[in-house]
């Protein structure tokens, strides 16, 4: 499994125009090959932002990636960057990790 993530330092008073710019996107990963799913998490508040996280969870890297190609990718951030230059500090930073341990609710082990 691939989780890629991007994190965004939201400005205090812009943190409900972030979140309903998210909820109100259309969203057409579920139509993508390798897509698991999708999260968008609400971290730590700090002095001067609140940290909120978006996952997606792939079956692979290679899923991803060419997630990032497409059409679909292109039309979710189409406006994205003039969206959030509003609510955010600076750019999101991206991480990308691979699966190497994954212990389920039932106590099971894959790698």
């Known amino acids: 499994m691939y989780l890629a993530m991007n994190r965004f330092k939201v400005l ?3 943190k409900e125009a972030f979140e309903a710019m998210w909820m109100e996107r259309d969203s057409d990963l579920h139509n993508n090959p390798g897509f698991i799913e999708f999260r968008l998490l609400k971290g730590p508040e700090h002095e001067d932002h609140q940290l909120y ?6 079956e692979k890297e290679e899923d991803f990636v060419i997630w990032t190609k497409s059409e679909s990718f292109r039309n979710a951030h189409r ?5 959030s230059e509003r609510t955010v ?3 999101p930073q991206f991480e990308g990790f691979s699966t190497i341990q994954m212990i389920d609710k039932a106590g099971n082990k894959a790698a």
């Open 12 to 14: 205090k008073d812009k």
């Open 53 to 58: 996280s978006s996952h997606t969870f792939w």
């Open 79 to 83: 406006n994205a960057g003039k969206k």
């Open 89 to 91: 500090m600076g750019h």
